[in-house]
C-alpha cells in the first residue's frame, strides 16, 4: 500500500504522471515553463462530460487525479469534494488529489457560485466515480474467474467479500496508466450513509498548511520567466472617454511602457516598484463621464422603469389588505456593497509563439471567461488557454476576471508575459458591486394572529454581469469598445418569496436594466437585501400581533427541517418567551432577535438568533453573541461547514453594520479600508453554531445561506432593545443614534 | 541613484541593489526574494497582509522603505518555520483551521509571534487588540484567536 506517501510527496511524484495528456498544474508550470499550456483533453466534449475519463484518472501506484470545473475559492470545496471522491471509489483520502479550472482540462462545469459546488458540482464527479469503481470491479472479476458480486471494493483494492487481503488487487494494477474508455452511467448507485469512510469527517483542509507556511501559490505569486509588471489607470470620471495622455509625466522612469487603446490605459516596467510609481505618476486627460448623487440613489431606484415579475402568488392581497383591521406598511434599503478581497485582484497573460495567449486568474469560470476574452482581443475561444489560480477569497464576481484581461491586453501590446496587479483602489474602486436594492412591504395580521396578507414589491437590477462568454460583460471590453452584453435578469429574485404559509400575497420583482453603478454578484446575490425586508417585516408583524417571534414564525410553517432548525436554535440560545429584551445596566441595553429563511426557498434552512447591545446616549450598537441552526442535508465536512457558518456570520455582520459604497458625480469614494470600514477582531461576536445532520439527504450548499439572515437578527434585537426600527443597512452609528431620536 | 542594501533574511545575509531607497520592502522581498508570503494588500499599511517582522518587531513591508532595513534583520513567515520544522503558531493555525482563503494567514502569523514574544499567555482581549489592525475578510477571526491561544498554551517559546 502506499498510503503512507504524504500528500507533498504524491504532489510531486505523480506531478508528471497525468494520463490526460499535460504535465502539471497550472500554478507549477506559470513558476517553470516559459511556454505553459496543455494539451487538449480529449474526452472533454463540451459542457458535462459524460466519460469517465474526464473526471478522474489512476496512475499505476494507484493514486487518483480528480479534473473538476469547480474551483477552489478558499472555502475548502476542494477538500470536501476529495471526500466525496474518495468515498464513492473506495480510496484512501492520501490517494487523490484535484486538478481544477483549466481550459481543455478539466470539464466545464460553468461558474464555481451559488453555493452549488458540493450541492450539483460533485454530483457528475460521484457519479463517474461510482462508473469507474463498477468498472474495476468487474475488471476484477474476469482477473479471478469469479462474479463481481464475489468481490468489493476497499482502501483503493478489489478483494474478495470475506476481506482476504492476500488476495486483493489494487486499483494501479487494474486500470493505472490506461484509460477507462467509458461513459459515465447515471443509473450508477452513489454510496449510502452506511458506506462512508471519509464523508461526515471533518479531515483538515489540504490547502492549509502551505497557507500557514507561507507557500501555497495563489495567482499573485504566478512568477513567469521575463515576465513585467503592470498597472491600470481608469477613466475619471467613471465613464469618461480618453482624451489625451502626458508621455513626460514618467519620463523619470525610463523603463516604463505605456499601453492606451480606447479608454483602457496601462503601464508596463521590468521592475513592479517602477510599474506603480508611473501609474500615479501619468498624467491622463479624460472627458465627459459622471456619476448621479449619491443622495438621489433609491429615489432613482424606485423611479428607473422596471420589468415586474411575480415570484409569488396566493389568494387575493389587495382585498386582504383593503379590508385589514391591523395594516402594516414599511421599506427598507439596502446600498451597494463590494466584495473587499483582502488581496486585490491579479492577472498573468503571455502571448505564446503560435499566436494563442495564456492566462493565469482567479476566474470562477473559465470557459466563459475564455470565450469573452476571445470576443475582446477577436481570437478564436481555442487559442485562449486559461488556468484558474486561487486568489483571495472572492465572494462573487470581484476584480478577477477583469484583471485578466487587463494583463491580456497588456500583454498583447508589449509583446512580453505581464503581471497586472491591481491596487487597492482597483479593487475597492472597480469591481462590480453587490446592487443596492429598496424593498417596500405592505401586510396584515388578523385577530388570531395570522398573517392575512404579505405584499412585498423589491427593486433590483440583475445581480449577474459574470463574463459568460460576452466581451461587453469584461470591464476592459467596456472600456474598448465592445458591444454591450445582454444578460438575463440574475438573483435580485433570491428570496424576495418567503416560504411561510401565507394564504394571500404577492411578491413582485421590479427588475431594472440599469444600475447606478457596474454590479454583479455579491455573496448571497439578492438574498441578503431580500431577506433583510422580509425578516424584519415579520418581526413587525409579530410585533403587531403581539406575538413571540418565535412561535410567530412557526405557527406560518408547515415544513418540519424548516420548524426544526428553529426550535434548535431557541434551544442552544435558551430563548425565553416575551424575554427578548433583557434590561437596561450602566445605560446599555441587552436584546436579542431573530431570523429564519430558507435559501433560494430550496435549499439550506437556517434560524438565526442576535444578541446586541445598544448605547442608547451613544447610538453604539454591539453584535455580543449570534446563534446559528443550520440544515443543509448531508453534512460532508463538519468543521468546514462550520467555518463556513463562522464567516457568513461574521461577514454579515460586518455588511450589516459598517459597509456601504460611497461615491460623488465622479466616482466610488470608498476606495480603501478607512473609506470602506469592514468588521475587526474588536468587534466580532461569538458564533454559536447548531448543525443538523441529515446523512440521508442530499447536500445542500453552506456557502451563502447563514450571511442572509443576520442583519434582520440584528435589526429585529435593536428593535426589541428600543423600540425603533432600523430599516437601512449599515446600522452604523449615526443611524442608530437617529433612529432612536424618532419620535 | 541605485542605493546598496544589506540584511538578514530568514537568517540568510542578504545584499541587494534598488534604484530607489523609499521602494517598500514588500516588492524586494516578493520580487527579488520570489518570497510568497508577504501579501500584497492595501499598500497603505491598512491591512496586515504584508506584515514581517524587522529586528523582532512586526511591521507593515508595503510602507517600510527598503533603505530602512539596511543592517538589520528580516523574518518572514517563511523564516518563523516551514513543513519540516514548523513554529509553533503554523502547527496552531493548521490545527485550528484558521483560515479560509488564506490570504491574511501569513500576516496574522507574524503579527500573533511579535504579541507571543512579549506577551507568552495572551487573554483573547490582548490578541484581538493586537490582530486589530490585522484584517480577515473570509471571517475566521474566531478560529485565529483560537490558534493563537493554542500556539501559547503549548509551550510558545520565542519566534
Known amino acids: ?743 | 541613484m541605485a542605493k546598496s542594501v544589506s540584511f538578514t533574511l530568514n537568517g540568510r545575509r542578504r545584499k541587494v541593489t534598488v534604484d530607489d531607497p523609499s521602494e517598500p520592502l514588500l516588492y524586494v522581498l516578493r520580487d527579488q526574494f520570489d518570497l510568497n508570503g508577504p501579501k500584497f494588500g492595501c499598500g497603505l499599511a491598512q491591512c496586515g497582509s504584508c506584515s514581517v517582522l524587522f529586528d523582532g518587531v512586526a511591521v507593515r513591508s508595503c510602507q517600510y522603505p527598503i533603505a530602512s532595513v539596511d543592517g538589520g534583520t528580516v523574518t518572514t513567515v517563511e523564516g518563523l518555520g516551514n513543513e519540516h520544522k514548523p513554529h509553533p503558531l503554523q502547527t496552531a493555525f493548521i490545527a485550528e483551521q484558521a483560515a479560509q482563503c488564506g490570504y491574511c494567514t501569513s500576516g496574522m502569523i507574524i503579527s500573533s509571534a511579535a504579541l507571543l514574544q512579549k506577551t507568552p499567555h495572551p487573554t483573547d482581549a490582548q490578541i484581538k487588540t493586537a490582530l486589530d489592525g490585522n484584517l480577515c475578510r473570509c471571517a475566521s477571526h474566531l478560529r485565529i484567536v483560537r490558534a493563537v491561544k493554542r500556539a501559547a498554551a503549548e509551550g510558545m517559546k520565542s519566534a
Open chain 1, 1 to 743: 500500500m502506499s498510503t503512507a506517501i504524504d500528500r507533498a510527496t504524491f504532489l510531486k511524484q505523480s506531478g508528471g504522471a497525468l494520463l490526460v495528456g499535460f504535465s502539471v498544474g497550472a500554478p507549477a508550470l506559470a513558476q517553470t515553463a516559459a511556454t505553459p499550456q496543455a494539451t487538449v483533453n480529449p474526452t472533454l466534449i463540451g459542457a458535462g462530460s459524460n466519460a469517465v475519463d474526464a473526471w478522474l484518472a489512476i496512475e499505476r501506484t494507484g493514486l487518483v487525479t480528480v479534473y473538476s470545473g469547480k474551483v477552489e475559492l478558499g472555502t475548502g470545496t476542494e477538500t470536501a469534494l476529495l471526500q466525496l471522491v474518495a468515498d464513492e471509489l473506495s480510496v484512501p483520502f492520501k490517494m487523490v488529489r484535484m486538478i481544477s479550472g483549466i481550459t481543455g482540462v478539466t470539464p466545464d462545469q460553468g461558474v464555481t457560485s451559488g453555493s452549488q459546488t458540493i450541492m450539483t458540482g460533485s454530483i457528475p464527479m460521484r457519479r463517474a466515480a461510482a462508473t469507474a469503481r463498477m468498472r474495476l470491479l468487474e475488471l476484477a472479476a474476469q482477473r479471478f474467474q469469479v462474479a463481481s458480486a464475489d468481490l468489493v471494493t476497499r482502501d483503493g483494492y478489489v478483494m474478495p467479500r470475506d476481506g482476504d487481503r492476500a488476495r486483493a488487487v489494487g486499483y494501479g494494477e487494474l486500470i493505472g496508466g490506461r484509460k477507462f474508455d467509458l461513459t459515465v452511467n447515471p443509473q450508477t448507485p452513489l454510496m449510502g450513509p452506511s458506506a462512508f469512510r471519509l464523508v461526515g469527517r471533518s479531515l483538515k483542509r489540504v490547502d492549509f498548511p502551505e497557507k500557514a507556511y507561507g507557500t501555497f501559490k495563489y495567482v499573485q505569486n504566478v512568477r513567469i520567466p521575463g515576465m513585467w509588471h503592470a498597472r491600470v489607470i481608469r477613466p475619471n470620471p467613471v465613464g469618461a472617454t480618453f482624451v489625451s495622455l502626458d508621455r513626460s509625466s514618467v519620463g523619470a522612469i525610463p523603463t516604463v511602457k505605456i499601453v492606451q487603446k480606447g479608454n483602457f490605459v496601462a503601464v508596463a516596467a521590468p521592475k513592479e516598484w517602477d510599474a506603480i510609481r508611473a501609474a500615479r505618476a501619468l498624467k491622463v486627460t479624460w472627458s465627459g463621464g459622471g456619476l448621479p448623487a449619491q443622495s438621489d440613489l433609491y429615489d432613482i431606484i424606485r423611479k428607473t422603469p422596471a420589468d415586474v415579475k411575480v415570484a409569488g402568488q396566493a389568494g387575493d392581497v389587495d382585498n386582504a389588505l383593503a379590508s385589514a383591521a391591523k395594516k402594516v406598511t414599511a421599506s427598507y434599503y439596502w446600498p451597494f456593497q463590494t466584495h473587499g478581497s483582502i488581496g486585490p485582484s491579479c492577472g498573468v497573460a503571455q502571448v505564446n509563439p503560435d499566436g494563442t495567449i495564456s492566462v493565469w486568474n482567479g476566474t470562477q469560470g473559465v470557459y466563459q471567461m475564455r470565450d469573452a476574452i476571445a470576443g475582446l482581443v477577436n481570437v478564436s475561444k481555442e487559442s485562449i488557454k486559461l488556468n484558474y489560480v486561487e486568489a483571495s477569497g472572492c465572494y462573487g464576481h470581484n476584480g478577477a476576471d477583469d484583471s485578466g484581461t487587463d494583463a491580456v491586453l497588456v500583454a498583447q501590446a508589449i509583446g512580453r508575459p505581464v503581471r497586472v496587479q491591481w491596487s487597492r483602489a482597483d479593487e475597492h474602486g472597480w469591481d462590480p458591486k453587490g446592487p443596492a436594492m429598496v424593498m417596500d412591504l405592505a401586510g396584515a395580521v388578523g385577530p388570531d394572529g395570522t398573517v392575512t396578507a404579505w405584499k412585498f414589491d423589491g427593486f433590483t437590477p440583475t445581480h449577474s454581469t459574470r463574463p459568460s462568454g460576452q466581451a461587453g460583460n469584461l470591464l476592459d471590453g467596456q472600456l474598448t469598445g465592445a458591444p454591450p452584453a445582454k444578460n438575463g435578469n440574475v438573483g435580485g429574485d433570491r428570496n424576495a418569496a418567503t416560504t411561510y404559509a401565507f394564504a394571500n400575497q404577492r411578491v413582485s420583482v421590479h427588475w431594472q436594466p440599469t444600475a447606478v453603478l457596474r454590479a454583479s454578484a455579491l455573496r448571497g446575490l439578492g438574498a441578503p437585501q431580500n431577506c433583510f425586508a422580509n425578516e424584519s417585516f415579520m418581526d413587525e408583524l409579530c410585533h403587531a400581533a403581539n406575538a413571540d417571534p418565535v412561535a410567530f414564525r412557526l405557527a406560518h410553517l408547515n415544513d418540519p427541517r424548516s420548524k426544526d432548525v428553529l426550535n434548535a436554535v431557541a434551544r442552544l440560545a435558551q430563548w425565553q418567551p416575551g424575554q427578548a429584551r433583557r434590561g437596561l445596566a450602566h445605560g446599555v441595553i441587552r436584546a436579542r432577535g431573530v431570523a429564519f429563511a430558507r435559501y433560494e426557498t430550496t435549499d439550506a434552512y437556517v434560524a438565526m438568533i442576535a444578541d446586541v447591545d445598544v448605547i442608547p446616549a451613544t447610538g453604539a450598537l454591539r453584535v455580543r453573541d449570534v446563534y446559528v441552526a443550520h440544515d443543509c442535508g448531508l453534512i460532508v465536512n463538519p468543521d468546514g461547514l462550520r467555518n463556513q457558518i463562522e464567516g457568513c456570520v461574521i461577514q454579515g455582520t460586518s455588511r450589516a453594520l459598517k459597509e456601504q459604497v460611497t461615491f460623488d458625480r465622479n466616482r466610488v469614494t470608498s476606495v480603501d479600508w478607512r473609506t470602506y470600514p469592514i468588521l475587526r477582531f474588536s468587534e466580532i461576536p461569538n458564533v454559536h453554531v447548531a448543525l443538523i445532520d441529515r446523512p440521508q439527504e442530499r447536500p445542500l450548499g453552506a456557502g451563502e445561506p447563514a450571511t442572509i439572515t443576520v442583519a434582520p437578527a440584528i435589526a429585529n434585537a435593536v428593535f426589541a432593545a428600543t423600540g425603533k426600527r432600523l430599516r437601512e443597512v449599515p446600522f452604523t452609528v449615526a443611524r442608530v443614534k437617529s433612529a432612536l431620536a424618532e419620535a
